[in-house]
């Protein structure tokens, strides 16, 4: 069964780090592009983050490049968003996502499926 898993979240103060992770089973994911994506309150959900399959390519949102990178652990089936010099306007339920790319002609690639979201807070 194809499922992925975020975790890592929690409650940090502006300027501190947190690393989420996102567990895929039921497929290989180094055959699939993996998008972070966040949805704060009463906001659209937006592309954060990808790592393309093949080349390694990554790609970031303007909003966080800089402060975040993707990175992928092949053997563990994992791909990871360390996120640096958090902000409040990071607040947000952070999402991980098999898409078939990262990027289309109209800007991120489309999710196939969805993990169930790990909740980010920068707060002091």
């Known amino acids: 069964q194809l499922q992925l898993v975020e975790s890592g979240g929690g409650l940090v103060q502006p300027g501190g780090s947190l690393r989420l992770s996102c567990a895929a089973s039921?497929?290989?994911?180094?055959?699939?592009?993996i998008g972070w994506f966040r949805q704060a309150p009463g906001k659209e959900r937006e592309g954060v983050s990808c790592?393309?399959?093949?080349?390694?390519?990554?790609y970031y949102a303007d909003s966080v490049k800089g402060r975040f990178t993707i990175s992928r652990d092949n053997a563990k089936n994992t791909v990871y968003l360390q996120m640096n010099s958090l902000k409040p306007e990071d607040t947000a339920v952070y999402y991980c996502?098999?898409?078939?790319?990262?990027?289309?002609?109209?800007?991120?690639?489309?999710?196939?499926?969805w993990g169930q979201g790990t909740q980010v807070t920068v707060s002091s």
């Open positions: 996502a098999r898409m078939d790319r990262c990027m289309d002609l109209t800007g991120w690639g489309r999710a196939r499926n």
């Open positions: 039921g497929f290989t994911s180094d055959y699939y592009a």
């Open positions: 790592s393309s399959r093949g080349d390694g390519s990554t």
